[in-house]
């Protein structure tokens, strides 16, 4: 990734969009769908201009749409991935936090089965415990 993004930032990237030209850095502000629009553009121009030498080669600005072509897909996976892992931790928080609940339930409830001696008796451990801190 770094390889990529770097040799885009030291050339001074610059990408046409509907919102003006951006810089790579900016490109990390985009939706993923203004990306994926970005990414389709440079997709048909790369197409349109292949088979226009004789000799087969790239000339300078199909490689330079290839490049921009190439960091705005990194960025729009980077950006998907954080997302997809964004989802996950708040998947397992909401979890966590309803496993904690059910947790809280679960020993109130145990509480609540406990005879009038056994929660007696507690009190008195709870209350000798005290008096032993003094």
Do not use: C, P, W
Request: proline fraction near 0%.
């Amino acid at each position: 990734m770094s390889d990529l993004i770097l040799k885009a930032v030291k050339s001074k990237l610059r990408f046409k969009t509907s919102n003006g030209v951006l810089n790579t850095e900016d490109l990390f502000d985009l939706s993923l769908s203004d990306l994926d629009i970005l990414y389709q553009h440079y997709n048909r121009e790369i197409k349109s201009s292949e088979g226009e030498s004789l000799l087969g080669k790239k000339n300078k600005a199909t490689k330079v749409t290839e490049l921009r072509k190439d960091v705005v897909k990194l960025i729009f996976e980077t950006l998907q991935s954080e997302a997809a892992n964004k989802a996950s931790l708040l998947d397992k928080k909401v979890k966590r936090d309803k496993l904690l609940t059910l947790l809280a339930s679960k020993q109130e409830s145990a509480m609540n089965d406990k005879s009038i001696d056994e929660l007696k008796s507690e009190l008195d451990e709870l209350d000798k415990e005290d008096s032993i801190e003094d």
